[in-house]
């Protein structure tokens, strides 16, 4: 079996363990989720994918701009909803899914297939439509309350292997899995419901509501063209003429409105493009639509091109296109991170600091361009700076794993050992890994270098972890598990 089938079946164990801690429903035959539930059965997902899904893409400018994306339809939500959370996976194949409690995934594959910005919006308006709808919920609460442990580990195993052969191959080998794909595969009903609620969203949102009509009817073709292979979205989402006719119908009487594509749409886009396949190939291909001009937007198609040069490590001439896209006046956090980027791969940690503080004073809410500050200063050795600046940061950020991962780096340069296992075990504490957060402040306890009052804080902070932890534990273990 290959590996990637190997890390599907050992995380099944501790998703079943948490699906065996659902409430105690008595003697019902059939149980409800609540909102709670679908929140933890996501978070457990989500975890899972964070920490062992190789395809997930942990890049904040992707993913950043999918959340804002999200957001602007989200926004336009009336009823009750939860927190949503985007994310982006690297994968070629064409597809989306929505996991439990507002957590929505994105293969690259399906980005890079869409034609416009209201296209991808018309996925993530669909999708958004699916989690506030409860449609996965609603699907399983038709099974029994002894059913339904399996179901949910094996739900989450589904739709974590989804489009991905190997990975499939694992899941299917509990034999139940081939069924419950079945049922995790939306109903009509639940399609054409998402189709109305996710074309209000998007027209509320100022999008081309014929956008989802149109990217649904290329996706009909391909399909067709292709039955043996068809993108993994008309698997899940079952797609029929009779849905397309009833999107067009809604859409028909509305007047038409031209919508410009936003920038950071067609930067991600060709920062996607560019890392696909070799870098080699990468720059050809950008070099030859600049030279036939073969582009809707110059200064997405050079900043691809800056990107695949950099990525094959050409970095004279990234600069160079770089200096083009100044020409053409081109304003973006993601040029002006790549710029840093090309002055630290130049040993010039100098200019990129100077590059990402004025960006920085531009775009202060940019993640992609505080997580380069502070790492082009820890690079520089100069670890008081960068924690000066995580200390700030992390008073408007305090959520943020990656920037107490980062503070617990400047801390361990700085000598300060009982800070930096502190910081540590913040970032695993926000990443849902208990444990290893529990191990982080129990070597605090051992640093030898706090004081009473810091060691004081340390003490009730593993109390607290320890007792989040017991009352996991003491979760899943309900219902007889």
Known sequence: MKLKSLLLLACLPPLLAFANGLPDMGDRSQVDFSPAVEKRTGEAAMQDIRLHDPSY???PEINGYLNRLGAR????????????????????????FAMPGGYIGVHTGLILTTRSESELASVLAHEISHVTQHHLARQLSTQSQAQLPMLLALAIAV???????????????????????????????????????????????????????????????????YESNAPGYLRTHPLTSERIADMENRIQSRPYRQITDSLDYLLVRAKLKAGEGTSRDAVTDFASQLREHKYTSEIATRYGYAVALFLDQNYPAAEQELQELRRLKAESPMIEHLAAELRNKQKDATGALKILRAALSRYPQERALAYALTDTLL?????????????????????????????????????????????????????????????????AQKSGDGDFYTLSRVDARLRELKQRHADEVKEQKKSGS
Do not use: C, W
């Open 379 to 443: 690079t520089a050795r100069q670890p008081q700076e960068a924690l000066k600046f995580t200390q700030d940061d992390l008073l408007d950020f305090p959520g943020d794993a990656r920037m107490h991962a980062l503070q617990a780096r400047a801390y361990a340069l700085l000598g300060q050992r009982v800070q930096e296992h502190r910081a540590q075990a913040e970032a695993y504490a926000l990443q849902g890994q208990l444990l290893m957060a529990i191990e982080q402040l129990q070597l």
């Open 73 to 96: 339809l989200v926004a336009q939500i009336e009823e009750s909803h939860p927190d949503f959370d985007f994310f982006a996976l690297r994968d070629s194949t064409l597809n989306a």
């Open 57 to 59: 893409l942990n890049d």
């Open 159 to 225: 739709i974590a292997s989804r489009n991905r052969a190997d990975l499939a191959q694992g899941a299917l080998m509990t034999g139940q899995a081939a069924g419950i794909q079945t049922q995790l595969n939306y109903s009509r009903d639940f399609e054409r419901e998402a189709d109305r609620l996710g074309l209000q969203l998007l027209e509320r949102s100022g999008f081309d509501i014929r956008a989802m009509a149109d990217f649904f009817v290329r996706l009909q073709k391909y399909g067709r063209l």
